[in-house]
Every structure is written in structure tokens, then in C-alpha cells.
């Protein structure tokens, strides 16, 4: 210190202790804080908390005890998360939504980043500090979404509040006279999330066969052949013949729209794709898989990569893909991808059964959110 300065106790609770000048104070001193989180397919509802605050509305068995052993953080978690179920409700454009729980995790904090206590270790309880997010699934980013805080007491009558969206957070404090977060939407070009077309790659030459239209070409050929040989035209066209052929001709004629075959066309040369042509496509792909992750829900993520993959490969892609986004210990974090770009690639396979292999090496830019 550089000058003498005067550190008020707090007996009860070290937490609360605090220097008088206000320009020492910690970084991370509220005992509360909340946050919402607005994006086009989902609302977040984040509050931090130290358990022993909690203390104040529901027993959660740690008042006198000095430590949170490993056993017990189960158990303390599931307790805080029915409590905070329950409270500070959120509405969305003029509509209480319930939530659903997301994640609680013990965490720690520091002056460069915040992360999840992983490993489990036993914790202390004046410094123990959970975090509890709840999400509200959407179809389309909101015009206005509110949260009203509830928990207030002696101690705490102001609460550090962030109401964020793709263009940052509007920070501010929550009191017990204006206790309502509000996120307003004032985005004008807020970003799309649509997916991208990609072109179908090319395929050997095909022709498409009409089978019952061309069987009846052939059963009428047939059978004009036996009339001949056997004689039954060679003095003119019976009645019979004439129904029989007219017939056949116009069941081929009814039936053509139906039962088409597509055929290769056989010694045709094998279908070529440039490195080239094969940059956007491949781009393409890459992009939509990466942008179905803008979605929180496995099924709706499931969805969207279908799209572009099939078969064995989609739930390859999506593991694998979403191992790629986590970024581990941060609980909260976020990583959304905003663009593809396909620095090189290389092929390894051709054509055959109109399948093409290529070796890349693609690099993403986007954003990291909490």
C-alpha cells in the first residue's frame, strides 16, 4: 500500500470484509450476481452464488461447518438448483417461460478467467461459489426479455447484473427499488443463422428409364413379331390385334410419369472434381455443421447437420464437433463459428460410386460468449 488505508472486518463472515476506499475493492466481491444471455435459439439465465449465502432461504446443512466436503457437494447442488428453480422468474416478450436447468458447477475465479473446480476437491465454505445457468429454449431472437430478482436480505441489497447479446453486455446494479433486469432488443443487423446451399457434386451421366412404359414397348414388339409369324396380320389387322396393341400402348402411355429408374450410363468416364470446385463445396459443408452448433438442443443440432451429412458419418460429425467447441473447466463458455474458410486440400479418391475423399486443412474465426 502506498499510503495507509483502513480494512473494515467482518468477523462473521470474512467474505464481507472490505477496504474503505472503494478503489480497493476485490474484483469478484458481490456474494450475488446474475446474467442473461440472449441468442436467436435460447435464453440463458446464469446466477453465481456462494452457498453459504443461500444460508439466508433454505438449509443447506453448512452453516457452522468450515469446509464443503466431496461427498456432500451432490446433494448441496441438487438442493440450490430446486431453490433456484423456483425464483427470479423471466419473461419473454410479455410471457413467464419456465426454465430448465442447464449446469451447476462448483467454480473458481480468478483476475484473468473463471473455470470449473475439476477435479472435485473439498471446498471451503466462506469461499465456495456455485454456478447455476438455466436455459429457455426459442424459435427466433426476442424483442424484449426481462428477469425479476427476489433475493434480497440485510446483507445484500445490490446485486451486479449483465444482460448480454452478439454486441455485448449492459452491465448494472439490481436494488430492491428497480429489482427487474431488462434486455431490450437494438440489434438492426443481427447475425443470420441461416445455413448455406451447397451444390451437388457431380456425378457419372445417367439416364432415366420409364421400366413399365418400356416393358409394354417391348411385350407389344413381342407380340406384333408372333402375330407375323404366326400369320394373324399378314391379311390385315384384326379387331383383336388392334385392341390388343391399343391397349399396351396406352397402359405404357398412363404408366410413364411412374416407375423410373435412373441408370449410369455404362463405360461412361468417372466424374472429376477440381481442388477448385471442391473448395466452396467443401466450405459449405463445413460451415453448416459448424453454425447447426448455434442451436442448444441435440435434437434441433442433430437436424440441421442432416442437411449436409447422412448415414454412419453424422454422429461421427457431431461428436467430434462438439468436442472441438468445448473448451474445458470454463463452465459457460460458449464458442460460436461465424465463417470457414478451406486453407488446403488434397484429394485421396475419385469418383467411384460418384463419392469423392479429400485431405483439408480449414480454419474457423468466430466469437467465445459466456
Not at 451444390?199 to 413399365?212: D, G, L, N
Not at 411412374?258 to 468417372?270: E, G, K, M, N, Q
Request: overall charge negative; glycine content about 6%.
Amino acid at each position: 500500500m502506498s499510503s495507509e488505508v483502513t480494512l473494515d472486518l467482518d468477523w462473521n463472515d470474512p467474505w464481507y470484509s472490505r477496504f474503505q476506499n472503494p478503489n480497493l475493492r476485490r474484483q469478484f466481491d458481490a456474494p450475488l450476481s446474475a446474467y442473461l444471455y440472449i441468442e436467436p435459439y435460447e435464453v440463458r439465465k446464469e446466477i453465481i452464488v456462494r452457498p453459504k449465502d443461500l444460508q439466508s432461504w433454505i438449509d443447506l446443512g453448512i452453516e457452522d461447518s468450515g469446509t464443503i466436503p466431496i461427498e456432500s457437494q451432490a446433494k448441496l447442488k441438487a438442493q440450490v438448483a430446486e431453490f433456484l428453480s423456483g425464483m427470479n422468474p423471466v419473461t419473454i416478450d410479455g410471457r413467464t417461460v419456465d426454465g430448465k436447468l442447464d449446469r451447476i458447477h462448483f467454480i473458481h475465479r480468478t483476475l484473468r478467467a473463471t473455470g470449473i473446480v475439476e477435479p472435485p476437491t473439498e471446498l471451503n465454505t466462506d469461499s465456495a461459489t456455485l454456478g447455476v445457468i438455466f436455459v429457455y429454449p426459442i424459435d427466433e431472437l426476442p424483442e424484449k426479455v426481462s428477469m425479476t430478482w427476489e433475493l434480497f436480505n440485510r446483507k445484500i441489497q445490490s446485486i451486479p447484473a449483465v444482460a448480454s447479446d452478439e454486441a455485448g453486455g449492459l452491465p448494472r446494479q439490481i436494488t430492491p427499488e428497480d429489482a427487474i433486469l431488462v434486455w431490450q432488443n437494438y440489434l438492426t443487423h443481427p447475425t443470420s443463422l441461416e445455413l448455406v446451399t451447397v451444390a451437388r457434386p457431380p456425378s457419372p451421366r445417367e439416364v432415366v428409364v420409364p421400366v413399365i412404359s418400356f416393358a409394354c414397348g417391348i411385350a407389344l414388339i413381342a407380340l406384333w413379331a408372333r402375330w407375323a409369324k404366326l400369320g394373324t396380320i399378314r391379311d390385315g389387322l384384326s379387331r383383336s390385334v388392334v385392341g390388343v396393341s391399343l391397349a399396351i400402348v396406352f397402359c405404357g402411355l398412363l404408366s410413364f410419369p411412374f416407375a423410373r429408374l435412373v441408370v449410369a450410363i455404362p463405360f461412361d468416364s468417372s466424374p472429376r472434381l477440381s481442388n477448385e470446385d471442391a473448395k466452396p463445396l467443401i466450405g459449405g459443408l463445413l460451415y453448416n455443421v459448424y453454425r447447426a452448433f448455434d442451436h442448444h438442443n441435440e435434437n434441433l443440432i442433430y437436424d440441421c447437420i442432416s442437411r449436409s451429412i447422412a448415414g454412419e458419418l453424422l454422429s461421427k460429425v457431431y461428436l467430434e464437433t462438439r468436442e472441438s467447441m468445448e473448451i474445458k473447466n470454463q463452465d459457460g463458455l460458449r464458442i460460436s463459428v461465424k465463417d470457414v474458410s478451406v486453407i488446403e486440400l488434397e484429394a485421396t479418391g475419385h469418383g467411384r460410386n460418384s463419392e469423392f475423399s479429400f485431405r483439408c486443412h480449414w480454419q474457423v474465426s468466430g466469437s467465445i460468449s459466456h
